[in-house]
Structures are given as structure tokens and as C-alpha cells.
């Protein structure tokens, strides 16, 4: 690689160094807007309806030996069969490929943001469809942190200028004489049964400063070779015991060691270019645990060196390790180890090569380069002319085509991201779209219902008050008549009374008061009656406002309705009787003291009652009696005396003057009954007249019928504005949810632009890719 290239190369990691920087805040970004805005909507139904293929046909009827391998979506495993099956030489027309060799998503799927793909083969869309927007939301969070992790790795892997290079491979494919092979020296262990129990990291004696020297890590995030507190140091000579038996204790042995080359275009640790780590790893079929651990290192790793047993071809866990590998990496470099024991080797290179073909279509297309049927147990021995290409090829692929090898699948997975950000950017702006479509015909349709809930609100605001105020003016009117009616009336009212006769004149005269009390009370309680149902029937006519403000609450919406309170049933119209009106107490102050009087029985008025008097009177006094009152008498009788004799007149005077004081002494006693019953009707209602009973029994009848009604047209006011209410709150949170769907809509469909950018942007950082 000369500086230009090493230039080229420098310039690619930082911009796609950058881009990834770009990915993940894009992947913040969508968290933090579907943790606080707006549920990101996930098309499970439909992604449900077309589950990812991560087998190839072939594969799929292969037995899957460890549930631990089910490609996990954070890698760029989880890329659908159309992809992988394009990018095959032999295989369909590549008209949707990128001019880098690579082919874009299908759009109408998702890779690594897409969600437990497990869920799809528990009955589909059922599942899925029950799954709960909220946790949709979440677990879709959790992809994007475990995405935005692996983003991560891939920055550390693009800013680190050292390689690593995985051999990795079946129990006894002979990993480890590859490894010392590769370095020209027998350091690793290598034996018939399984000896590598750890990962064992080789790497040249100048990164520690020309120590040759193995460490021992118990863990390797906090390994600091300048620190010996975090790690062991074992001698070169144990290193075989502590491979064999220290699993348990070590993640990894980091074993610096100088390559036996002589010139460092020979050497791969020694090279000149970069600092190389050759990983030797345990056997990948040994025990899940070390499997699953070496699933998790594919994204520190820049090569993955799968070594095939010639004898074995590929086992299943071989089989599942290179399909997923061959996705992350999209190219695998395989060495068919062993291959001096085969005796028939192109039947063997062909079967190999056939499933190679299967497993990682891009390798297979570069297979000239990325697949080596090698001997490195022979090559130990004497240099053999298919290892040295193999190792050429090898140096070749991690020196010189480091963007293939190192930039390649962060790139790719970048790629990844961007597609799915965009095609669920797509989605979200489609349901962002549909959910303000909703709303809008949500708003629509309730707008006849909200008008006509404002219309019967104030309508019936006006009914109730105008019976409030009806009956008011009712039971004023009522109370007013009838009193005045009855207080006029009072003298009939002891018509009734027996008048016992002069010597019982006066318990007749407290009958007689007593009578027309009672009446009076009697009369005023009618009033309180009458009011009493007067305040049924306002009662009675509220709540049939009430009801027909009750149909409104449709049926549709009577769940969300705010309740609204029924009739209180202390104010059961039913209950209201003239007794639970305010106490009358005392129906005339005045009434209460009223005394008999001796003028209740002496009536010195006799004119309005004449006739009488005249009817027992002497005849011979008619003409004067014609006249309306005494002294009239008196004068006509002067008259007269004028035009007859003195002594006549006088005789006549006096005759006549005895017969009216024995008359009206007559009379007086005679009629003293009606002289007490009108002397006391009078006497009566003059004193309710001076103290306003009439008045002031209407005034409070029409208060208590107010303070009785008035409660009632409050709660019916107060339900009808409960319900305007309950509209308007559901309205308000229509219009909200409307506002966060027209501002996610326009969030997605930037952030779909800003991806496609990026995507671009990623895109052109291989369009020279030949030059690295
Ligand atoms: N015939 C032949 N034998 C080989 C070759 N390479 C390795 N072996 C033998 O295969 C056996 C296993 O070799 P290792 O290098 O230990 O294999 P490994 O894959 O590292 O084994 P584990 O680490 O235990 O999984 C040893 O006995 C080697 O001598 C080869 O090219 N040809």
C-alpha cells in the first residue's frame, strides 16, 4: 500500500467515522422523539405477513443446533433473503445493485430495526397485533440502544488503525497450526483432542515494546498492558497449561510474540502497514457459551478466517456461524485446512465450494481470493505453494484491501440503519398522515353534536330559568289573591258559628277571633300547599329538561363522557311538600296579641243597618226613617216642628225619639252577633293590612319557590356545561394529538431526507474503493 492509497484509506475512515457519528445521533435522535413524542409506529402487521428469510432454501431445512445463534437484528445478520441471494455471481440480474457491488434493502423491509423476529412464527400478526403501542415503543427502544451500541463498536472499529484478524472454525480444523503457521513459529498448542479453551490473541513484540510475553486477562474491558494489576503474566513456556485449563479464570491470553519472517513483507504481524492480532479461537462447536461469546466479538473483528476440516466439510454449527458472519462481513476469508488428507480433492474442493456458494455468496464470488484448500500442518513442516498464496491472499485482503476487510461492514451496516430509519421515516409520515386524516373526520363528525350540545345548553339555560321565574311570579300572583280574597271574606267565615245568644256574647266574640285565626292559618297553609306543587311542577319540568339533555350523551361516546351527576335525591322533587317549605312560625305577629275589645261589641254605626232598625220602628215615623241616619232625622223632624204646633211637634219628637232609642237598643242587642263578627273582620283585617300579611306571605312563598327551584336549574346548568366541557376536553385532545401527528409528519419525513443523505453520503465513501 503506498502513501496515496494509505492517504485514500485515511480519508475514508474519517469520513465514515463521521457518518457513523451521523447514524448515531440519527438513532438518539429517533429514540428520544419515540421515548417523548410520538410512539414510532412499527408495521408489525406487515412485517408480520412477510418475516424475514435469513436462510437461503437450501438452508432452511438445515436443523438449528443452538437457539443462541437466531441472528440477532443489532448485527448485520438480520438482512433478508433478496440481499444475500442477489449478491450470488450466478444469480439473478443484479439490476437493483449499487455500482459499489452491493445491493440496497428492499424497501419494504426491515433489517436491524426490526423487532424480535421470533414474534412472527408464534401465529403472526395475532401476536403481533396484540402487542400494545406503548410496548411496541419499547421494545423498540431497546433496538435502537442495542443499534446505537453497535454503531459504537463500529466507530472504535473504523477509528482503530489496527486489524484483527478471528480464526475461528470447527474443534480440531486446526485453527491453532494455521495461527503458528501464519507466524512461522509453533507457539499455540495444537493437539488431536480440543486444547484451546481460550481466546488467544497473537500479537507482535513491538506493541509491548519487544517483550516477548503472554497475558493472562481476566477481563479484557479494563486490559491495560501497561497496567499488570489487570492481567497475569505467564511464561511462554506455561503457555500450553494456562490454554488448557484456565477458562474459568481468563476471558483471553494476549500473546506478544516476534514473527520468526525474516522480512516484513513475508511477516502478517510484522508487516509495516498496520498492527495485525491474529485471534486463535476455541473450537466453535465445544460449548454454546464460548459460541455465543464469539458471536459477540464480530464486532471488534475486521477478518473473520473461517478454517473448514477438509474431512468435515461444514458442520451445522459451521453452517450457522458463516451465515451470520458472511452477513456481517459480507466477505469471509475460508481456509479448507487439511486438505492433505483428502484423497479425492476436487470432488471435495467442489463440495466445499458448493456450499460456500450457499452459506456466503460473496465470498463464493471472490473465491479465487477468499477460498484456500490448504495443508498448514505440511506447511509447518516444508513451505507448501498453496499456503503461501493463501497467506499472500490473506495479507492482500487485510493490508491492501483494508476497505474491504475493515470499512466494508461498518459501512454496510451504516447502510442498514439508514434504510430501515428511512423506510420507517416512510411509514411513520404515512401514519402520521392517516392519524391527522382520522382526527379531521373525528372533528368533523362531532361538530353537529358539540353545535347542537351548545344550542340545548343555552335553550335549556332559558327553559329552566323561565320556569324558575314562572313559577315564581305564579306563586306570588297565587298567594297575593288568595290572601286578599281571604281576608276580605273573613266576616263569612263565622257565619257558620252559632251565636249562643246575649249571655254568652263574649266566648262567642273569642269564637268568633278564633274562627277567623284559624281560617286565616288554614289559608296561608293552602298557599304553602299550592307552592309546594307548584315547585313538583317546575320540578317536574326540569327534569324532563334534564332527560333530553341525558339523550344527548351519545351512546358511542358515553364511556369517555365525563358522568354527569344525577338528582340529588334530597332535592327529589317528590319529596318537596308544603311542610319542608321554611316554617311559617307564626302566620300575623299581630294576630298572636289580638284581644277582644269592648268596642268589638258596640257598633255606633247604624247606619248600614237601617232598614233593620225601621222594619220594628212606628210607621208613623217611615218618612223620617227614609232618611240614612239620626241627626237627619233629627233635622227633618225640626223642619217639621216649624210648620205644626209646638206642643205637637214636641210630642211627636219625643214619641219618636223613644222609638228610636228603644229600636236601636233593640236592634243593638239583637244584632249583636253581626256586630261582633264585623266589628272583628274589620278590627282583623285592619292589623294585617298595617303589618303587610298579604305581602309578606307572597314574598316568602316566592322565596322558598325560588330557593326550591333554583338548585335545581343550577345542576341542570351545571350538567349541560359538564358535558360542553367533557366535549371540549375531547375535542382539545383531538386537536393536540392532531398538532404531535402534523409535527411528526413533518419530523419523519426530514428525518427520511436527512437519512437518504447520510445514506448517500456512506454510500460514496467505497465509490473508490478499488484504490484501498
Ligand atoms: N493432516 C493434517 N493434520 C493437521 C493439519 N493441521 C492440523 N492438523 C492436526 O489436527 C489436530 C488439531 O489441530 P489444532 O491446530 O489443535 O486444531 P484446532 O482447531 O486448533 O483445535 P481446537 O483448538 O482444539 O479446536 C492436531 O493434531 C494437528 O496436528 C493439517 O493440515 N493436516
Excluded at 279 to 304: C, H, M, Y
Excluded at 634 to 644: A, G, I, P, V
Aim: hydrophobic share 40%.
Amino acid at each position: 500500500m503506498n502513501s496515496t492509497q494509505d492517504q485514500l484509506f485515511a480519508d475514508k475512515c474519517r469520513r465514515l467515522h463521521t457518518y457513523l457519528l451521523g447514524t448515531k445521533a440519527l438513532l438518539r435522535e429517533i429514540g428520544e422523539y419515540n421515548r417523548t413524542k410520538w410512539p414510532v409506529h412499527y408495521p408489525l402487521t406487515r412485517l408480520a405477513q412477510n418475516p424475514p428469510q435469513t436462510y437461503p432454501a437450501q438452508a432452511t431445512t438445515l436443523r438449528r443446533s443452538n437457539s443462541m445463534l437466531i441472528p440477532d437484528a443489532t448485527s448485520e445478520a438480520a438482512e433478508p433473503l433478496q440481499l444475500r441471494r442477489a449478491q450470488t455471481a450466478e444469480d439473478i440480474p443484479d439490476s437493483n445493485s449499487s455500482s459499489d457491488g452491493w445491493r440496497l434493502l428492499d424497501p419494504s423491509d426491515l433489517s436491524v430495526l426490526r423487532l424480535d423476529l421470533r414474534l412472527s412464527n408464534h401465529g403472526g400478526s395475532d401476536v403481533m397485533g396484540s402487542l400494545e403501542e406503548s410496548s411496541i415503543a419499547r421494545l423498540f427502544d431497546e433496538r435502537l440502544a442495542q443499534c446505537e451500541g453497535h454503531v459504537d463498536k463500529l466507530i472504535a472499529r473504523v477509528a482503530d488503525r489496527s486489524s484483527k484478524i478471528l480464526v475461528t472454525g470447527d474443534l480440531n480444523a486446526g485453527k491453532s497450526t494455521l495461527v503458528n503457521a501464519l507466524i512461522g513459529r509453533e507457539i499455540l498448542p495444537s493437539d488431536q483432542q480440543p486444547c484451546t479453551m481460550l481466546f488467544c490473541e497473537v500479537l507482535d513484540a513491538s506493541l509491548n515494546s519487544d517483550v516477548e510475553e503472554i497475558h493472562a486477562v481476566p477481563s479484557i474491558d479494563t486490559y491495560d498492558r501497561q497496567d499488570p494489576a489487570t492481567f497475569v503474566a505467564v511464561p511462554m513456556h506455561d503457555l500450553e497449561d494456562v490454554v488448557m485449563d484456565n477458562e474459568e479464570r481468563f476471558q483471553q491470553l494476549k500473546i506478544y510474540t516476534r514473527d520468526n519472517r525474516a522480512s516484513e513483507q513475508a511477516s502478517l504481524l510484522h508487516n509495516g502497514v498496520v498492527n495485525v492480532a491474529l485471534i486463535d479461537s476455541p473450537g466453535l462447536n465445544r460449548d454454546s457459551l464460548k459460541t455465543t461469546q464469539l458471536f459477540a466479538r464480530q464486532e471488534e473483528i475486521d477478518v473473520v478466517v473461517f478454517v473448514v476440516n477438509a474431512e468435515n466439510h461444514f458442520t451445522l454449527s459451521g453452517q450457522d456461524f458463516l451465515l451470520n458472519a458472511g452477513n456481517e462481513k459480507a466477505h469471509i476469508f475460508i481456509v479448507v485446512n487439511r486438505f492433505d488428507a483428502i484423497r479425492r480433492k476436487d470432488r471435495c474442493e467442489r463440495m466445499i465450494l458448493d456450499q460456500i456458494r450457499h452459506l456466503s455468496p460473496l465470498t463464493y464470488a471472490e473465491r479465487e481470493d477468499l477460498v484456500h484448500f490448504v495443508s498448514a500442518h505440511e506447511h509447518m513442516a516444508a513451505d507448501s505453494e498453496p499456503f503461501a498464496r493463501m497467506e499472500s491472499a490473506l495479507r492482500s485482503f487485510t493490508l491492501e484491501q483494508r476497505f474491504k476487510s475493515k470499512l466494508a461492514p461498518a459501512q454496510r451496516y451504516a447502510m442498514n440503519v439508514l434504510a430501515d430509519t428511512q423506510y420507517l421515516a416512510a411509514e411513520n409520515v404515512a401514519a402520521a398522515t392517516r392519524r391527522i386524516q382520522e382526527i379531521n373526520s373525528v372533528l368533523r363528525d362531532g361538530m353537529p353534536r358539540y353545535e347542537a350540545l351548545l344550542n340545548r345548553r343555552s335553550e335549556t339555560g332559558r327553559c329552566a330559568e323561565a320556569v324558575l321565574d314562572s313559577s315564581c311570579l305564579e306563586i306570588r300572583r297565587h298567594t297575593t289573591a288568595h290572601l286578599t280574597n281571604t281576608a276580605f271574606h273573613l266576616q263569612d267565615v263565622a257565619e257558620k258559628i252559632t251565636y249562643p245568644g246575649l249571655l254568652s256574647l263574649w266566648s262567642y266574640a273569642e269564637n268568633v277571633l278564633l274562627t277567623m285565626v284559624r281560617h286565616l292559618e288554614h289559608e296561608v297553609s293552602e298557599c304553602d300547599r299550592f307552592t309546594s306543587f307548584t315547585i313538583h311542577q317546575a320540578h317536574t319540568q326540569l327534569d324532563a329538561l334534564d332527560e333530553q339533555r341525558r339523550s344527548l350523551d351519545s351512546p358511542v361516546s358515553s364511556e369517555e363522557a365525563t358522568p354527569v351527576e344525577p338528582w340529588d335525591a334530597t332535592m327529589d322533587s317528590s319529596s318537596v311538600t308544603a311542610s319542608q317549605l321554611a316554617p311559617i312560625g307564626s302566620i300575623s305577629n299581630a294576630l298572636d296579641t289580638v284581644q277582644l275589645e269592648l268596642s268589638d261589641f258596640i257598633d255606633l254605626d247604624l247606619g248600614h243597618n237601617w232598614g233593620m232598625l225601621t222594619s220594628i220602628s212606628a210607621s208613623a215615623s217611615l218618612s223620617l226613617l227614609a232618611s240614612n241616619s239620626m241627626a237627619s232625622n233629627m233635622l227633618t223632624l225640626l223642619r217639621l216642628s216649624s210648620t205644626m204646633g209646638a206642643s205637637t211637634a214636641r210630642r211627636l219628637m219625643v214619641t219618636t225619639a223613644a222609638l228610636i232609642g228603644m229600636g236601636s237598643l233593640f236592634y243593638m242587642v239583637s244584632d249583636m252577633d253581626t256586630t261582633v263578627r264585623r266589628k272583628l273582620s274589620v278590627r282583623v283585617t285592619l292589623m294585617l293590612e298595617e303589618e303587610g300579611f298579604v305581602a309578606h306571605h307572597a314574598e316568602r312563598l316566592t322565596t322558598e319557590t325560588s330557593r326550591a327551584i333554583r338548585p335545581f336549574v343550577w345542576h341542570l346548568q351545571h350538567n349541560f356545561q359538564r358535558m360542553v366541557e367533557a366535549e371540549e376536553h375531547k375535542r382539545a385532545d383531538h386537536l393536540r394529538r392532531r398538532r404531535t401527528a402534523q409535527d411528526s409528519q413533518i419530523y419523519f419525513d426530514e428525518l427520511r431526507i436527512k437519512a437518504q443523505d447520510l445514506a448517500n453520503a456512506v454510500r460514496l465513501v467505497s465509490s473508490d474503493s478499488t484504490l484501498c
